[in-house]
């Protein structure tokens, strides 16, 4: 299973910044290995955020993005005590979802 | 010199900003890589290292399921905060200088029942090395903004420190390089790539009070034994095993030399 | 450079006189004797290190160039010339007198840092590894600092033609230093390309031709 993400929401005149580290290999699928074998590509494709349950962002994502990506992003209106929620899915099919409140 | 013009200009008021706009237009390559170092500390993946390290220091694992919290890394067992920049230090349960690597295996082995010298074998980045990447970040992390004080009240401490000299100016390999062949005088550069000057204490944050540090290049979380080794690697040594005497002794010699400095573990570097 | 380095050893002289009174007074302590701090870590080494692909414990076995020059001290003076004169004569002359070869093949090796290391395949060739510590063309920027500069370094030494009897000096000097290093400074931090079989006879000769050849962007820009 993958690991946790690392989210921070911090509030701030009206919004909230979004800080999310995730935790992913994003193997690009154009290296290879010792032995001269193409490592098969691995990487998120999809990303999307919500506010309180209300989706507030969605992305497309591919190979260029750099190992353990972060994230940062501002939610208007958001205020404390607001839960965002992150999701990832990537080209396997594996999917995590990690939620923090708006400090 | 400089200072004295420095003094001399603002002694003349208007001439002031001038002489400040003339040093920042002197930023170099330097400048140019702590301000992209700069711009990734804010997303530092390292964190994510931290979180794992935390965890498997409260899981209960290995033969004897149990978990670290018990474990002495010079404090007392299970004192975390604040052991990382007194470290290596002596231990008397094992006899020996450990650096935190060296320690955490000892700790594994009688705590949990792990084979230590397996791990110690194990390839970089895999299996317990894997997890031991997480256990530095964490423990370090919980020393981030102290100053290194490296206790050299034991005998073997002190003779530590000694032979880690000795074995930082030792030549060898088809190359004759030695670790003083790049980090023994200041303002040198292999490359673009600065060079502090482990021989004496490098300032706040530079060299021995940078690791553990994120690699962007690798995406992976280097601990001291894996710097060592990757400089042991380009000196076109032999393989210096993980927590060998020999490394233990280098950072004795490098961490006594830092005294003073803030640790900024883990850092993240290009 | 001598009169720095015989200041240095005298006030090095100094600060051991010193130390040896501290030990004194205080009834020296407990660190062992010098000798015995050399031999464990000699011991250290000995017991730390393993082989890993190519990189065999035989390079931890250090000859006397290594050995001397182990320490913040440098060795006296009676070993630099020993060591010196020992390097000088295992340099290897090109055999046919041809000392130049091509300095585009010499900027390539210039450029090219791999080799050697327990991570590089047995039989694959070494790199010069020279802009990792020297500046040589104008256009590489990217360059060290550890040595000195090389630019424009057969033309601030005079040599518009190389094969010209005036030249044979810096010629001879030039082969000789990056064949081995110590042959004239016993503890260079340059290492012995040829000798150590770092680099070969060929690859020598291309990188003659970028410091030397007057066409080579180094004394050409």
């Known amino acids: ?103 | 010199m400089l200072m004295n013009k420095f003094a001399i200009a603002c002694a003349l008021g208007s001439l002031c900003t001038l002489q400040v706009q003339a040093q920042q237009s002197s930023s170099s390559s330097a400048d140019a890589i702590a301000q992209y170092r700069a711009m990734l500390a804010d997303g530092n993946p390292a964190e994510l290292f931290e979180a794992k390290g935390e965890e498997l220091w409260k899981t209960r694992r290995g033969p004897k399921n149990a978990s670290l919290e018990r474990c002495d890394l010079g404090k007392g067992p299970g004192v975390v905060k604040g052991v990382f920049v007194e470290l290596p230090r002596y231990f008397a349960d094992t006899g020996r200088v450990q650096d935190l690597e060296s320690r955490l295996l000892s700790c594994m082995e009688t705590l949990q029942g792990l084979d230590a010298k397996q791990i110690a074998a194990t390839a970089f980045g895999r299996d317990e090395q894997k997890n031991l990447e997480g256990l530095v970040a964490w423990i370090s992390a919980e020393s981030r903004g102290l100053k290194f004080n490296l206790p050299q009240s034991h005998p073997q401490e002190q003779k530590m420190y000694a032979v880690g000299k000795r074995l930082f100016f030792f030549r060898g390999g088809p190359y004759d390089f030695a670790c003083a062949s790049c980090h023994s005088e200041e303002g040198k550069r292999i490359r673009l790539q600065d060079l502090p000057n482990l021989t004496k204490n490098p300032g706040d944050g530079v060299g021995f009070a940078a690791w553990p540090a994120y690699r962007v290049s690798s995406g992976e979380l280097w601990g001291m034994q894996r710097r060592l080794n990757d400089c042991f690697r380009q000196q076109r040594f032999p393989f210096p095993g993980y927590a060998s005497d020999v490394t233990v002794a280098l950072a004795t010699y490098m961490g006594v030399n830092s005294k003073g400095s803030v640790s900024i573990a883990p850092s993240i570097k290009r | ?221």
């Open chain 1, 1 to 103: 299973m993958a690991d946790p993400m690392r989210i921070r929401a911090q509030a701030q005149g009206g919004n909230a910044v979004v800080r999310v580290l995730m935790s992913h290999e994003m193997e690009t699928g154009q290296r290879k290995d010792a032995a001269g074998k193409t490592i098969p590509a691995w990487h998120i494709t999809e990303v999307n955020a919500a506010l309180n349950g209300k989706p507030v962002l969605s992305a497309q994502w591919g190979p260029a993005i750099s190992k353990n990506p972060f994230l940062q992003f501002t939610v208007k209106g958001a205020k404390a005590g607001d839960k965002i929620s992150v999701t990832w899915v990537d080209n396997k099919g594996d999917k995590r979802t990690d939620e923090a409140t708006v400090a």
């Open chain 3, 1 to 221: 450079m001598t009169t720095k380095q015989s200041f240095n050893r005298k006030s090095l002289a100094l600060i051991g006189g010193f130390g040896t009174l501290a030990a004194v007074l205080v009834g020296c302590a407990s660190l062992p004797s010098d000798a015995e701090l050399d031999a464990e870590a000699r011991a250290m080494v000995r017991a730390s290190f393993r082989e890993q692909g190519i990189a065999k414990l035989d390079r931890i076995e250090q000859d006397l160039a290594q050995q001397a020059c182990s320490s913040e001290q440098q060795p006296d003076e009676a070993t630099t010339k020993r060591i010196e004169s020992e390097q000088l004569a295992t340099v290897k002359w090109p055999a046919n007198g041809q000392y130049l070869g091509d300095w585009r093949e010499g900027e390539k090796l210039a450029q090219n840092g791999r080799g050697m290391t327990w991570t590089d395949a047995a039989g694959s060739p070494s790199g010069g590894n020279c802009y990792n510590c020297h500046q040589i063309s104008k256009a590489e920027i990217s360059f060290g600092t550890i040595g000195p500069s090389l630019y424009q370094y057969g033309k601030l030494r005079g040599v518009s033609n190389p094969a010209a009897p005036e030249s044979a000096a810096i010629v001879q000097y030039t082969w000789g230093k990056i064949w081995n290093a110590k042959a004239y400074n016993a503890c260079s931090g340059m290492p012995r390309f040829g000798h150590a079989g770092v680099l070969n006879e060929a690859q020598v000769r291309d990188i003659m031709a970028l410091l030397l050849d007057p066409k080579s962007p180094v004394n050409a820009q």
